[in-house]
């Protein structure tokens, strides 16, 4: 928790149908000192992912859906940014998270929207700037590791192939997590500190330029004004 600066765990181990464990660790309040338990109430987050892909692998079994067949086969209302992600995405896709939608965090997180309004939204929700492929080849051994992922900086795009030639070579584990963090501090640290400002400049434009109210079909209306 103190490595990863997070204030709060809570855990739970059933074994055979019996609870081992139940139990919370850390501060579910910093400021007022309140400790968490097992009843404090956590956002589900991700796990819905598990609980939607397990639903859906229900429905394939049962001849209801299939994995590679378009979405718009089943939803024909379903929209995306891009015309061809729109007709080609598949389930498979969606499970994958590979349709090229990122996070856009501001539209659901904390909003009061219904699952309606987010799906027929997700056709204003521009996709990823682009695509990271990283390619490693090991010819003699014949084993190969390619991680495709968005646009990004995350040290998984080289930790998981390092992790994979290890297990195929049979060498001693490394804690290739550990030594990317410890780099990206070493990083960090030796990084010029970003200045506040430069003697002498001025704004390229005044701030009343920036005044208005600006609208996007998905994240609503935006209000700047001076006081």
């Not at 998270?97 to 997700?122: C, K, N, V, Y």
Request: glycine residues 6%; aromatic residues 8%.
């Amino acid at each position: 928790m103190r490595e990863w600066k997070v204030p709060v765990v809570a855990v739970g181990v059933v074994h055979e149908g019996r609870t081992i464990l139940a139990r919370g660790y850390g501060l579910r309040d910093v400021r007022r000192r309140l400790p968490v338990t097992e009843h404090t109430v956590f956002a589900i987050d991700s796990c819905t992912k598990a609980i939607t892909a397990t639903a859906i692998g229900i429905l394939v079994d049962e001849g209801k859906l299939q994995w590679d067949a378009p979405i718009r086969q089943y939803v024909p209302s379903f929209r995306l940014f891009d015309p061809v992600a729109t007709e080609q995405c598949t389930l498979r896709d969606l499970l994958c998270q590979r349709t090229g939608l990122p996070r856009h965090d501001m539209i659901w997180e904390g909003a009061r929207l219904s699952r309606q309004e987010l799906f027929d939204w997700l056709r204003y929700l521009e996709p990823s700037d682009g695509f990271h492929a990283s390619v490693s080849f090991m010819p003699v051994e014949k084993a190969g590791v390619v991680v495709l992922t968005n646009v990004t900086d995350s040290p998984l795009v080289r930790l998981i192939p390092y992790y994979v030639f290890d297990c195929v070579l049979g060498l001693e584990p490394i804690d290739w997590d550990r030594r990317f963090r410890a780099e990206e501090r070493q990083r960090r640290a030796a990084r010029p500190k970003r200045a506040r400002g430069r003697r002498g400049t001025r704004p390229s434009h005044k701030l009343t330029d920036h005044v208005g109210t600006y609208e996007h079909p998905a994240y609503g209306r935006l209000v700047v004004s001076m006081r």
